[in-house]
């Protein structure tokens, strides 16, 4: 379990769902499914415009208040991309279960209050999105995620992409970061102390795994050279390759 | 929340027919089950049953805690089970259905009553420490026959799950984190598993194993038998339904026997699997710090 491992994504999982994902990268493995547009509640019924119910269920223990707050982030960022006022009257609902979460071995953890941690965030999000794609709820945009720790290490400051629970204790601050497919900022949550010019780095960091732009046409040797000077994955190439296997798979017959 | 289609009356129909001519929708025979997946995660305690469409996840943790009052010298041991909106947006959060309350009544009692886990072993300090070990089951989707499905996952997570090694030195208790100390397993007495049949016809005389959804709503009766791999029967339960004759019930238990079996050997060399990739340079034998029985 190591933090530079590939993002992975299967799509279309669950056979019941009308949309379903299941997403792993650095440790978190999450499976999301979605249902929607269905019938909503008379109580959470919205003249205007679709609700948008976002739960998300720990792997152990019962869900608490950072599980609901991490919901409320979700919603609200989720209900921007998706085009809610599409579907008056109706209810698009997003359940997203933990199924792993990569764990610090230096502490025990108390386990039967579920304690999510802030990092699992990014996985959320692009599970999500993905399990939305594969119900294909209209979007406005789609949206990639990252986390993003500022530590202090050998005196210097240093940005750590997609933090372990060991480096998240350790850290100063930990950012979550999310753009839309127009490299728009859609999220942005941060934790602990930083300045305004370190939060401008972890901007710049985060955009560069986000928002990078696809790979001109180059010559071969130039673009091997250049995917190894960026760091971290490259998360709208990844999300737009998962959708394109995922499309060609289904149109094989044609 | 909209409710579960209910199967129309050609569907319902088409099934009895089918199986009172010895066929199933998928090919099967009536003592089949679909094919059987069980995977494990990267932490210890994480397995995910797939049995044909329907698939369940189980987790176990463990924490210490105080023990009950009345019980100062066990551990506590609890399965929760959940039947959320991935199952089914039929299933509401918070909001236990009956499947729901028969799931988690029959898992009860087929792992906790009939002492699969020493219970005993989970206590560090009588009357003021022990272990709370809990599994969580999450029913991620539902295509019939959830009780077997989640009972072998419970079973497959608390054989595959490790707790933290303590001692005792002068009255102190230490609990060791894995980066200290290789996590022990839990001293577990035998693995019992899940057989239910389902009944149809007039008088319940066609018996058929590993139901399917669609199965399940035009069934007439069901039972399910919990028994370990020597034939030890831990509970039947057989909740309302059409009477079935007895001589039929004990021809499905001995037929319940073959399945364990094979339920057993499908554990048993999955873990031995498990156990295998995670014992890199083979260092596990040295590193473990349980004693061998």
């Not at chain 1, 993003?148 to 372990?164: E, F, L, N, S």
């Not at chain 2, 959830?146 to 030195?169: N, Q």
């Amino acid at each position: 379990m190591t933090a530079t491992t590939l993002p992975e994504a299967a799509l279309g999982v669950l056979p019941r769902a009308d949309g379903s994902a299941r997403y792993s990268h650095a440790g978190y493995t999450v499976t999301a499914s979605v249902n929607g547009p269905i019938e909503a509640q008379r109580r959470d019924e919205h003249a205007y415009e679709a609700h948008i119910d976002v739960i998300v269920r720990p792997a152990a223990g019962v869900g608490g208040t950072r599980e609901r707050h991490l919901e409320s982030i979700l919603q609200s960022s989720l209900a921007q991309i998706i085009l809610v006022k599409n579907f008056p009257r109706s209810l698009i609902q997003i359940v997203l279960q933990v199924e792993d979460s990569p764990e610090n071995d230096y502490v025990n953890t108390k386990l039967v209050q579920a304690s999510l941690n802030f990092a699992i965030m990014p996985a959320l999000m692009q599970t999500a999105v993905l399990a939305l794609l594969s119900a294909a709820v209209p979007m406005r945009a789609t949206a990639t995620a990252t986390a993003v720790a500022i530590m202090h290490q050998d005196g210097a400051k240093q940005t750590v992409v997609d933090p372990h629970p060991r480096d998240i204790e350790k850290a100063q601050s930990v950012h979550v970061l999310a753009f839309t497919s127009h490299d728009e900022l859609l999220l942005a949550e941060s934790e602990g102390d930083f300045t305004v010019k370190e939060w401008d780095n972890v901007y710049e960091t985060a955009r560069g795994i986000c928002c990078r732009s696809p790979p001109q046409a180059k010559e071969g040797m130039a673009m091997l050279l250049d995917d190894e000077s960026t760091g971290g994955p490259d998360m709208r190439q990844f999300l737009r390759s998962t959708m394109g296997f995922k499309v060609a798979a289904d149109l094989h017959w044609k | 929340m909209p409710r579960e289609a209910e199967p129309s009356l050609n569907e319902k129909q088409f099934v009895i027919q089918a199986l009172q001519e010895n066929l199933r929708l998928d090919g099967r025979e009536l003592d089949q089950y679909r094919p059987l997946e069980l995977s494990f995660g990267d932490q210890y305690g994480l397995a995910d049953v797939k049995l044909g469409k329907t698939r369940v996840l189980a987790k176990a943790t463990a924490e210490v805690t105080v023990p009950y009052t009345d019980r100062p010298l066990d551990g506590i041991f609890t399965i929760a089970t959940e039947l959320g909106p991935m199952t089914s947006p039929a299933f509401e959060v918070n909001r236990p259905t009956e499947t729901e309350v028969l799931l988690s009544r029959l898992l009860e009692k087929t792992v906790r009553r009939s002492g699969a886990l020493d219970t005993e072993s989970l206590c560090l300090v009588a009357g003021q420490k022990c272990w709370s070990v809990r599994v969580d089951v999450h029913v991620l989707s539902h295509d019939g026959n959830l009780i077997d499905a989640s009972c072998l996952a419970v079973v497959a997570a608390l054989r595959h799950f490790r707790k933290p090694d303590t001692s005792m030195e002068a009255g102190v208790l230490t609990v060791y984190t894995p980066a200290e100390r290789e996590p022990v397993p839990l001293s577990w007495l035998h693995s019992p598993f899940c057989v239910t049949w389902s009944f149809f016809g007039e008088e319940g005389e066609i018996a058929v194993l590993d139901a399917t959804w669609i199965e399940e709503q035009v069934r007439v009766g069901s039972c399910t038998v919990s028994l370990n791999k020597h034939g030890e029967i831990c509970q039947i339960a057989k909740l309302g339904g059409t009477p079935v004759e007895a001589v039929a019930l004990l021809q499905c238990v001995s037929v319940s026997l073959t399945k364990v079996k094979e339920f057993s050997d499908l554990l048993d060399r999955k873990l031995a699997e498990d156990l295998k990739r995670r014992d890199k340079g083979g260092f596990m034998a040295e590193l473990r710090a349980e004693n061998d029985r």
